[in-house]
């Protein structure tokens, strides 16, 4: 299923296809620097690609395949996915994210999929608010998240590290 469409990406259902591609960016230091700290094993990847990417999404909050369209190539994932809280989901509200591999970083396509699923969450699917967690340092994913009108509410520090906690509400 096609969930949204921009000018270069097409985002869908993650199939089969997409695991070897998948495990790539999974591996890759620097894609996961800011996202987990370490590479994924083949072995974590696969599992976590069978656990979250295969299972069906009624009310289309989740994390997409992202493909760019010239190539029609697997370069990530991205979407708006449940936005949970101490009591689990959070009803109206959604998180923000995005992955793509290090070869299509610095085109610009990292906000075009976030402005295409803040605006699809905020008109589509009628969410009251989308928040996105960036971790301290991670200059390049502050810079997509203030293009798109994104305000900080919050700073968090775990342990060793610290993430900005930005929001978006519906006007």
């Known amino acids: 299923?096609?969930?949204?469409?921009?000018?270069r990406l097409l985002f869908r259902d993650h199939t089969l296809e997409d695991l070897d591609p998948f495990c790539?960016?999974?591996a890759d230091?620097?894609?996961?620097?800011?996202?987990?700290?370490?590479?994924?094993?083949r072995e974590e990847a696969e599992r976590r690609f069978r656990d979250?990417?295969?299972?069906?999404?009624?009310?289309?909050?989740?994390?997409?395949?992202t493909l760019f369209?010239?190539?029609?190539?697997?370069i990530g994932y991205c979407g708006v996915y449940p936005h949970f809280g101490e009591a689990g989901a959070i009803p109206g509200?959604?998180?923000l994210g995005f992955t793509l591999a290090r070869a299509y970083w610095g085109r610009g396509l990292a906000t075009e999929a976030?402005?295409?699923?803040?605006?699809?969450g905020l008109r589509e699917l009628r969410l009251r608010r989308i928040v996105a967690s960036v971790e301290v340092g991670n200059a390049a994913s502050v810079r997509v998240i203030e293009k798109l009108g994104f305000t900080?509410?919050?700073?968090?520090?775990?342990?060793?590290?610290?993430f900005y906690h930005f929001e978006i509400r519906h006007p």
Do not use: Q
């Not at 299923?1 to 000018?7: A, P």
């Not at 900080?152 to 610290?162: F, G, Q, S, V, Y």
């Open 1 to 7: 299923m096609i969930v949204l469409e921009t000018e």
């Open 24 to 26: 790539a960016l999974e």
């Open 29 to 41: 230091p620097e894609v996961r620097r800011f996202v987990g700290g370490r590479p994924r094993t």
């Open 52 to 65: 979250r990417f295969l299972r069906s999404v009624p009310d289309r909050l989740s994390l997409w395949a």
């Open 69 to 74: 369209k010239p190539e029609e190539r697997y």
């Open 93 to 95: 509200e959604g998180a």
């Open 114 to 120: 976030a402005r295409a699923f803040v605006d699809f």
């Open 152 to 162: 900080l509410w919050r700073l968090e520090k775990i342990n060793h590290r610290a």
